[in-house]
């Protein structure tokens, strides 16, 4: 009698609360599915309550995404978890509450009310892609996206901020808009609500921090004084400045302006604050105490100071010890006698170089006026590089090419060279016109240097090539530099955009010439007799410096023969009449018959042209 009740009370209650329809399990839910939502899972009071063409969904829990319409592939579980969800996709809340007025993608909500959004439909949350755990966590995200909150209160009043990583119960729990925010320790960052681009590490670290970006706190505490302050670095715990900075650099374990060390990151100061009350020191140290094939030591380089009222010590120096300490002694090598000398203070802007093994100083090659650099050769008497003799100049006195930052006498080699040409740094810009005209007025030349005659300049004995730079400047002055002492310099670089326009000219002149060399053949080919085996077979060597042998075949119906060489411009430049038939006949044609340059050779029969090829001389 129980088992037949049982029964009864089961099979009642399956057929009214369990309904297969459409690929869609519903337990306990509204019977509204239409046609369109397939392959649901749905548990629960209301939940699920307004699908249309929902899919692929798993909701648990009264009114769990009861507005739910288009959305799929979402996973809500809890009371009410999802509720104002339309057409969200790939979402996954877990929790009373979580994501209840929200409408995002790509999110993971787990906690009661995490990503819980606003109730008014104009805040409804957005976001997508962020990554809430923790109750109320994200709580008032509106469209903030790509934000990971892990702990109770995380990022509780974020709206829009986007790609925060807060870890730690109430870390970033204030943000409101800051964006890229980095907070790990609980209270980590909690008051943070606009600051953008701070790393905040350590239990309270960063914790008053309201609208500074860009600061990097490390440790328990550390930062945790100040409010709006930008660009700071304070390592260790408790680390912070009674006062309010910025761009400072703090390392230390107290709250003082005097930590162990700190620097100015705008100024590039560096101060390490010492105790002289007790043993305190600053130690550079080499692990190694052996013998080393290496060197290790502590360098001061490019240090200045324009401050007069800094009083030096008299006849003392930082040097290195026996035992590689660093130590203030005495520069007298004996009474009335200095330990280095530097014979170079009589040529102004020549930088010193060493000159012994005692350290003494003498003149180096580089010259150096605070804007330009030189390095040459020679005693700086006669020096190329002497600025002294000739008053400073480093002009190039063309209209164009601008003043010489570095001047070398000798040979320059490096992996590559690249020089400015963005189109932002051009103004005036025009086609380079009659290129190839240019380009045939000037001469290349090979040559030697005058190193006799010019022994200040530092030149090889070697073979080179190029151009004359007053030959050159009859064409393109623009590409030509005069320095103060008269002599030419050539900007070969900016030569290239004239090489590259005149092959392009050529190349076009040659174009027009085969279309026309082929437009005359198609105006006879109706008299035009064929015959397969009349062609040029071979040109030989080309390009030639000397000359080219031509190979062709003449079928022995062909009544007459001629072969044909023509300029670019269409000129003839040389006829010769072939009586030989058959194959293989030849010619040769020699280069002192032609200039320099290119030429479209010709096979003729019969009055037309039936075979061309292009010739070089060089």
């Known amino acids: 009698m129980k088992i037949k009740f049982i029964l009864f009370v089961c099979i009642h209650f399956c057929l009214q609360n369990v309904i ?16 369109g939502a397939n392959h649901n899972t749905v548990f629960g009071l209301n939940s699920g309550l ?21 959305g799929s592939k979402n996973t809500l579980l809890g009371y009410q978890s999802g509720l104002t969800l339309k057409d969200g996709l790939n979402n996954t809340f877990v929790g009373e509450g979580s994501g209840i007025w929200s409408n995002g993608t790509n999110n993971v909500y787990i906690g009661s009310l995490s990503g819980k959004g606003n109730a008014a439909s104009t805040s409804l949350n957005t976001g997508t892609a962020n990554t809430f755990v923790g109750t109320n966590s994200g709580a008032g995200n509106t469209s903030g996206s790509e934000n990971v909150f892990f702990g109770l209160l995380t990022g509780q009043n974020n709206t829009i901020g986007f790609k925060n990583t807060f870890i730690g119960q109430r870390s970033g729990q204030a943000n409101t808009t800051g964006n890229l925010n980095i907070a790990v320790g609980s209270q980590a960052g909690n008051f943070n609500a606009t600051g953008s681009g701070n ?29 709006n302050s930008n660009g700071n670095i304070f390592i260790g715990n408790g680390v912070q400045s009674i006062s309010s900075v910025s761009n400072e650099l703090f390392i230390g374990n107290s709250i003082s302006d005097t930590p162990l060390i700190r620097g100015n990151l705008n100024n590039r100061d560096l101060i390490f604050n010492l105790n002289n009350n007790v043993n305190s020191r600053l130690v550079v140290n080499s692990f190694n105490t052996g013998n080393a094939s290496g060197t290790s030591g502590l360098r001061f380089a490019n240090l200045t100071s324009n401050n007069t009222n800094l009083v030096a010590p008299t006849g003392r120096v930082l040097t290195v010890n026996a035992n590689g300490d660093v130590v203030l002694t005495s520069d007298q090598v004996s009474t009335g006698s200095t330990g280095i000398t530097n014979s170079c203070t009589n040529n102004v802007n020549f930088v010193p170089k060493t000159a012994d093994n005692s350290g003494n100083l003498t003149c180096s090659q580089i010259f150096d006026n605070g804007t330009n650099v030189g390095i040459g050769t020679g005693s700086q008497s006669t020096s190329f590089f002497d600025y002294t003799i000739m008053s400073g100049d480093f002009s190039a006195e063309a209209t164009t090419p601008g003043n010489a930052k570095l001047r070398v006498a000798g040979v320059t080699w490096s992996n590559g060279f690249y020089a400015a040409s963005d189109k932002k740094f051009k103004k005036d810009i025009k086609q380079i016109a009659s290129s190839l005209e ?19 300049r530092n030149f090889d004995q070697g073979l080179h090539s190029g151009f004359i730079a007053q030959e050159l400047e009859k064409v393109l002055p623009h590409l030509v530099a005069t320095s103060g002492d008269g002599s030419k310099a050539v900007n070969y670089i900016e030569l290239m955009p004239y090489l590259v326009e005149a092959i392009k000219e050529q190349q076009t002149q040659i174009s027009e010439l085969k279309s026309q060399i082929a437009q005359n053949n198609k105006l006879h080919t109706l008299d035009f007799i064929k015959f397969f085996n009349t062609k040029i077979i071979n040109v030989s060597p080309n390009p030639s410096d000397s000359f080219i042998e031509v190979s062709f075949n003449i079928d ?30 030849k010619r040769v044609l020699q280069k002192d018959n032609f200039a320099t340059g290119i030429y479209i050779l ?13 010739i070089v001389f060089n």
């Open 556 to 585: 022995s119906e062909i009544k007459s023969a001629y072969l044909e060489v023509f300029d670019l411009q269409g000129s003839l430049q040389s006829s010769l009449k072939i009586s030989e038939r058959g194959l293989e006949v």
């Open 199 to 227: 790393v905040f590490i350590g239990n309270s670290s960063g914790v008053n921090n309201i609208s500074g970006s860009a600061n990097l706190y490390l440790g328990n505490s550390a930062g945790s004084s100040g409010t």
């Open 20 to 35: 297969l329809a459409q690929n869609n399990l519903l337990v306990n839910a509204p019977v509204t599915a239409t046609p």
């Open 438 to 456: 240019a380009i045939q007025k000037i001469d290349g030349k090979t040559y030697s240097w005058n190193k006799n005659e010019n022994k200040d």
């Open 50 to 70: 307004s699908q249309t063409s929902a899919s692929e969904n798993s909701l648990f829990g009264s009114f769990a995404g009861s507005n739910l319409k288009v």
């Open 602 to 614: 010709s096979l003729s029969v019969n009055g037309k042209s039936i075979d061309t090829k292009r």
